[in-house]
């Protein structure tokens, strides 16, 4: 072969190449849209634990994190879409848990997807009692579990003595965080109050090195600030109108007056705004998430994301 | 005889490294290994776990495809090529040669197998920074593996001294896959009645137990595992192995090689 064409054959070959290529993208392009109008629906593939543990061939710790890591996606998914409904996540996390039956967080994590109200959760917390319940049968010396089976009796449920129980039980294990024992009487005495809820959140945040467990755990501390902040302040405001006979043009009014020693901030470090007919609200609600005092009348709630 | 062994097993080693097939699936077990790290950034809570799992998986199944893919050919590529009528025609016994070719590809697995553990332990230090006591039990792990490796590397001998290397793939491949269900077999054959229990129960003790010497699972979550079964899978699979080689000796011995 001539180097001439030698040269021509290779020059042929890399436009070729090259145009190929750029055919492969274009036409991948037209498929992503076909695919995108005709979304795949949502199957488990291997419905049952049973067959999954077969296909698995004995490795039965790897299918389990695949399916968990499944779950974990297809919870995130939702949660992005702000779907409301998560028709899958139990099978999943049933799946995840039959496989491997000691996978601690897929029960805590788990019980945390499936207990939260929507659009933070899918709002079966009855099915998170059940599956941290069978966590607990696999492995009855870890108290986290007993303390994630009373956490959701108590604050989706509101069943404070089943909870109370709960904590109790979990109290009674080796190595239990002492808060247990304060939490189940706590629990017995002032279940709904918010100082149990603080407790609650506050053993969270000191009982796991998790970033995201512990991000969601300080800003639920935060939320409860700020619930209890907010009508604390609103008293205020009547109180001042009660002796002034008009509501205070600012939280500036309450300070002159000497009724505040200064304008109060709210948990993201911002003051607290107070509206023309007396309602004290947030100035950020998107970096408080989970509030359900001081919320601005005009704010549309979004999903509340973890880091 | 260790000699002639020896200078058997060794050239079977030396045949195996030179095998690509060797290099490509012991780079794709440690790219899996790899990509348990990558894997561990979109889940949550069992980043550890998921290393150990994908990696002592990978170990595994990768080096079960190494001994079927090598282990078919030893005695039918042998033949195939007639390079067996060389070896034979030496003072050399028929068992020896088998016994041989069986030392020959267990030295290659466990070279690999130490190679794929160097990478598998380097990404959980990557991950973790540090060893932890119980880490121990992962090389219980992977002894046991190695003894997985053992079985199934006797089975593909076996049927590599009277089948072609196809079909003993297959079988082989069957056999490990069956294997791995030995626990549910036994529950098959608690549940029925008369010849089929008989037959189940005979079954389930004939096929290889793969499932006693997979301990991936419980070693992920730091589980001790117990001396006992140390001892006794060792024994279970060396008598197993020493089975099958005797039987691929016996059908090799009666061979006729014109």
């Known amino acids: 072969m001539t180097p001439h064409r030698q040269w021509r054959t290779t020059t042929t070959l890399v436009v070729l190449l090259s145009a190929c290529t750029a055919a492969a993208v274009v036409t991948l392009r037209v498929i992503d849209r076909i695919r995108a109008s005709s979304p795949t629906p949502e199957v488990l593939y291997v419905p049952s634990a049973t067959a999954a543990r077969r296909l698995s061939l004995g490795y039965t710790g790897l299918a389990a994190d695949l399916y968990w890591t499944r779950a974990v996606q297809y919870f995130g998914r939702k949660h992005h879409e702000n779907a409301g409904k998560y028709p899958l996540l139990y099978s999943l996390l049933d799946i995840t848990t039959s496989l491997d039956p000691h996978l601690l967080p897929a029960y805590s994590y788990g019980a945390a997807f499936l207990a939260s109200a929507p659009p933070n959760g899918a709002g079966m917390a009855d099915k998170a009692v059940q599956l941290v319940e069978r966590g607990i049968q696999a492995n009855p010396n870890d108290w986290h579990l007993y303390y994630d089976l009373g956490f959701v009796q108590a604050m989706e449920l509101k069943d404070y003595v089943a909870a109370a129980r709960s904590f109790e039980q979990g109290s009674k294990l080796p190595n239990a965080h002492p808060f247990l024992k304060i939490l189940a009487a706590s629990m017995a005495q002032h279940g709904g109050d918010v100082e149990t809820a603080r407790i609650m959140w506050q053993t969270t945040l000191d009982s796991t090195d998790d970033p995201s467990l512990r991000y969601n755990a300080y800003k639920h501390l935060q939320a409860l600030q700020v619930d209890q902040d907010v009508p604390q302040l609103e008293a205020l405001i009547q109180r001042y109108r009660e002796n002034t006979g008009r509501l205070p043009a600012s939280l500036g009014d309450l300070v002159v007056a000497g009724w505040l020693r200064g304008i109060p901030l709210d948990p993201a470090g911002h003051p607290y705004r107070l509206l023309s007919d007396g309602k004290v609200v947030v100035q950020d609600p998107k970096e408080l998430p989970f509030i359900k005092q001081g919320l601005p009348p005009d704010y549309q709630p979004t999903i509340k994301t973890l880091p | ?258």
């Open chain 2, 1 to 258: 005889m260790t000699a002639r062994i020896r200078s058997i097993a060794f050239n079977t080693f030396r045949e195996a490294v030179r095998d690509r097939v060797l290099y490509n699936l012991i780079v794709f077990a440690l790219l899996m290994v790899g990509s348990s790290l990558l894997m561990g950034q979109i889940t949550i809570g069992i980043q550890r776990q998921l290393v150990i799992n994908l990696g002592l998986t990978a170990i595994s199944i990768f080096g079960v495809l190494i001994a079927i893919f090598i282990g078919i050919g030893l005695v039918s590529k042998e033949i195939e090529k007639r390079t067996v009528y060389t070896v034979l025609t030496r003072p050399v016994r028929r068992w020896e040669f088998i016994v041989g070719k069986f030392f020959g590809l267990a030295g290659t697995l466990v070279v690999n197998a130490a190679l794929m553990a160097i990478g598998f332990f380097g990404a959980l230090l990557f991950l973790m920074h540090s060893f932890q006591k119980s880490d121990v039990y992962l090389l219980v792990a992977i002894y046991f593996v190695l003894l997985q490796f053992m079985i199934v590397t006797s089975v593909a001998l076996l049927f590599s001294s009277f089948s072609t290397p196809i079909l003993s793939a297959v079988f082989t491949f069957s056999i490990f896959v069956i294997g791995s269900f030995s626990e549910d077999l036994r529950g098959f054959a608690g549940m029925t009645q008369g010849p089929t229990r008989w037959l189940a129960t005979a079954l389930s003790f004939l096929l290889p137990n793969f499932s006693a010497l997979n301990v991936i699972s419980s070693v992920a979550h730091d589980q001790p595992v117990a001396g006992s079964l140390i001892l006794y899978n060792t024994v279970y699979a060396l008598a197993y192995a020493a089975a099958l080689i005797s039987a691929a000796s016996l059908i090799f011995q009666h061979r006729s090689m014109k």
